[in-house]
């Protein structure tokens, strides 16, 4: 109890550490800066502690209300897709995506741009997680069985023992 009381006080200081947020947000937004229709808030870096996190302001509203969709003047399939493409970057080509995308985390302004905001949940995967998760997206593209299996067994870290042809039958 006494490791897993540590490992969440932990997790929630470094939550609380705006620094951290703020490095994790402009990371993102320089990594998707070529993304179609979404944006991510500038961090005012002069102006940001430990404490307190300053970024532009965005005026937009919760992709969660129906007329701020409405508003936004581009199709909610549109919007769907921008949002897809953009988490699909994140995690297939960046390895580091926002954690945490409710509705609240994610609005829509008059323009029709998506604004991500709240970066103090990010997820990072190590080389091996993202290796498998482009084979998986890969192999699933291509519908080859072949190559799902082996993005499946390197997930195992057993390139030895695994029969690859059981697990493209199965």
Known sequence: VRLLAEELI??????LDYRREADAATRLRANRAA??????????????TSRVLVMEE???????????????????AVLARHLLW??????????QYHA???????????KGTIWLLDFGA???????ALDGLRGL????????TSMLARAVRSFSGDNDTVDLRSLEAD
Do not use: K
Not at 58 to 76: F, K, M, N, Q, S
Not at 100 to 109: E, F, K
Not at 137 to 144: K, V
């Open 137 to 144: 997206a890969m192999g699933m593209a291509m519908q080859d």
């Open 58 to 76: 965005v005026v937009a509203r919760t992709v969660g209300d129906p007329d701020a969709l409405i508003a936004a003047g581009v199709e909610p």
């Open 35 to 48: 993304d179609d229709g979404i944006a991510i808030p500038q961090i005012l870096g002069t102006l940001s």
């Open 86 to 95: 953009s988490f699909l970057g994140q995690i297939l080509h960046d390895g």
């Open 122 to 128: 990010v997820g990072r995967l190590d080389p091996m």
């Open 10 to 15: 932990g997790g929630i200081e470094e939550e």
């Open 100 to 110: 945490d995308p409710h509705p609240g985390n994610v609005l829509v302004d008059t």
